[in-house]
Antibody, heavy 122, light 110 residues
Framework: QVQLVESGGGVVQPGRSLRLSCAAS????????MHWVRQAPGKGLEWVAV????????YYADSVKGRFTISRDNSKNTLYLQMNSLRAEDTAVYYC???????????????WGQGTLVTVSS | QSVLTQPPSVSAAPGQKVTISCSGS????????VSWYQQLPGTAPKLLIY???KRPSGIPDRFSGSNSGTSATLDITGLQTGDEADYYC???????????FGGGTKLTVL
């Protein structure tokens, strides 16, 4: 069965960096578009970034553009989110999500991980 | 302020029907498929409806989706207390080149 396991969250000071990972199993990782979605405490869902199956195309939410970088290593079945210049408003649970088969950049969030909490605070 | 607009809350009695709306524009709902997600308290979101009106395996037919122009709707019939959750619509916005969600709707089963 599909499993997505995020890791790398924690408490970080404003302006610092953090890298999240999402280990995927149970499906052909290299064939699927992957996303990061976040949810601030008590708030709704916010899409963060998407990467195509081969890593050649990436799109970002305006709120993170220029600060966050999505990447993937298909040989390790792992998705990453490099987060730089972190701000208090980046505090959220970060979910990785797998898109549907045969999608080029966006279909829907077919499976979700359990999330990892990032807290940006001094 | 979310790109897609949902009512903050809806409520109905067990066994009744509830409708959750999701309003957008021609750059998102008007030209892209809509999906719906259920988030039970303390858990990750779960796919309920995709491509406007399709249900993944395991989702009961009490949940249905529809789409008309720049709006989408999620209907839930035969409400159960276990349906109490937050519901989100989502799609792609072709002008923003970004995924977008509604602000979420909290369903209370009275």
């Amino acid at each position: 069965q599909v499993q997505l396991v995020e890791s790398g969250g924690g408490v970080v000071q404003p302006g610092r960096s953090l890298r999240l990972s999402c280990a995927a199993s149970g499906f052909t990782f290299s064939s699927h578009v992957m996303h990061w979605v976040r949810q601030a405490p008590g708030k709704g869902l916010e899409w963060v970034a998407v990467i195509s199956y081969d890593g050649s195309n990436k799109y970002y939410a305006d709120s993170v553009k220029g600060r966050f970088t999505i990447s993937r290593d298909n040989s390790k079945n792992t998705l990453y989110l490099q987060m730089n210049s972190l701000r208090a408003e980046d505090t959220a649970v970060y979910y990785c999500a797998k898109d549907a088969p045969l999608i080029t950049i966006f279909g829907y969030f077919q499976h979700w991980g359990q999330g990892t909490l990032v807290t940006v605070s001094s | 302020q979310s790109v897609l607009t949902q009512p903050p809350s809806v409520s109905a009695a067990p066994g009744q029907k509830v409708t959750i709306s999701c309003s957008g524009s021609s750059s998102n709902i008007g030209n892209n498929y809509v999906s719906w997600y259920q988030q039970l308290p303390g858990t990750a979101p779960k796919l309920l409806i995709y491509d406007n009106n399709k249900r993944p395996s395991g989702i009961p037919d009490r949940f249905s989706g529809s789409n008309s122009g720049t709006s989408a709707t999620l209907d839930i019939t035969g409400l159960q207390t276990g349906d109490e959750a937050d519901y989100y619509c989502g799609t792609w916005d072709s002008s923003l080149s970004a995924g977008v969600f509604g602000g979420g709707t909290k369903l209370t089963v009275l």
